[in-house]
């Protein structure tokens, strides 16, 4: 894998990209959670848009701004084995006279401002990429065909501060909403376009289809990709193990609450769909009374 780092200068090279560092940074050190990190970059932005950067005579914007996410997520992966020296007598915390370790607390709450610089300059890099047209990983992140169809959409129903990465994140979500509460159903309508916006049904499946990647986001993704202000919570006062309960059961109170939203947009869907369905019958109905008992070998004349 051709890496955008090298080992000449490696150190300096690290400080000054992500400018909180201080220690001297080998290479060799953080090599594999650099190549960690270079897949998931590739994973996100595709193979040809990371192969371009090495037929580049100066980095570009694009270039500089994946080597920085790279770097900063390299760190985040090597940080947590770096607090602990390996010697012969088992692991033993690194200290001296100058330094002292860091509490549990301050150690999570660095963890989790580094969590969110990542991902906000992940929404910057995504971002770059669509005004730019420099298309994502497709095989993995087409999304022009879902319910909802960009983040546009998205953030007509529910603002999530432009974060085109949580939108991306949630795509497995909307692409299950489709499949298992629409689809289902809605049935052959769901090729009638027409039909289900004129009726207002589609507002409804697009405004529960949200609530429902909300709500299995909540669930199962990091809250740290969630940015910050998008969700209400109530500053939690205690630390430790007590807050991280208390914050995990807030969140899953969140999923709940867009859980009941959905639910009740998905009854008016089905409500909607079985007056239409009740419609078409009274007019096949209709027709069927207008059938006057005449055939072509009746021998009457059509005046």
């Not at 100058?98 to 549990?104: E, K, L, R, T």
């Not at 795509?171 to 769901?190: M, T």
């Not at 859980?259 to 079985?274: G, T």
């Amino acid at each position: 894998m051709k890496l955008l780092f090298s080992k000449e200068n490696f150190s300096e090279q690290f400080k000054a990209l992500l400018g909180f560092v201080d220690a001297d940074m080998r290479f060799n050190r953080l090599k594999s959670s650099i190549e960690i990190a270079t897949s998931e970059m590739i994973d996100l932005i595709g193979q040809s848009v990371y192969d371009s950067f090495f037929n580049e005579s100066e980095p570009s914007e694009i270039h500089q701004m994946a080597k920085y996410a790279i770097a900063l997520q390299a760190y985040r992966i090597y940080a947590p084995t770096a607090d602990l020296a390996v010697t012969n007598n088992g692991r033993l915390m690194r200290r001296d006279e100058h330094n002292v370790s860091a509490f549990q607390w301050q150690i999570e709450e660095n963890d989790k401002g580094l969590a969110n610089l990542y991902y906000r300059h992940l929404d910057r890099l995504l971002k770059y990429m669509n005004e730019h047209n420099i298309t994502i990983h497709l095989q993995k992140y087409d999304h022009s065909k879902l319910i909802i169809p960009n983040l546009k959409t998205f953030e007509s129903f529910f603002n999530i501060n432009e974060s085109h990465y949580l939108y991306l994140k949630l795509i497995p979500a909307i692409r299950d909403f489709e499949a298992s509460e629409i689809k289902p159903r809605v049935r052959d309508l769901y090729q009638d376009k027409n039909t289900l916006v004129s009726r207002g049904i589609w507002y409804h499946i697009q405004s529960a289809c949200v609530d429902y990647a909300m709500s299995w986001g909540l669930r199962r993704l990091n809250i740290q990709l969630f940015p910050n202000g998008v969700l209400q919570t109530s500053k939690a006062i205690s630390q430790g193990e007590n807050k991280k309960r208390g914050d995990k059961l807030e969140y899953l109170e969140l999923a709940m609450l867009f859980e009941k939203d959905y639910e009740k947009k998905l009854k008016k869907i089905e409500e909607e769909i079985a007056r239409i369905h009740k419609e078409n019958k009274s007019v096949q109905k209709g027709n069927a009374d207008l059938d006057l008992g005449f055939c072509v070998g009746d021998g009457f004349v059509d005046l």
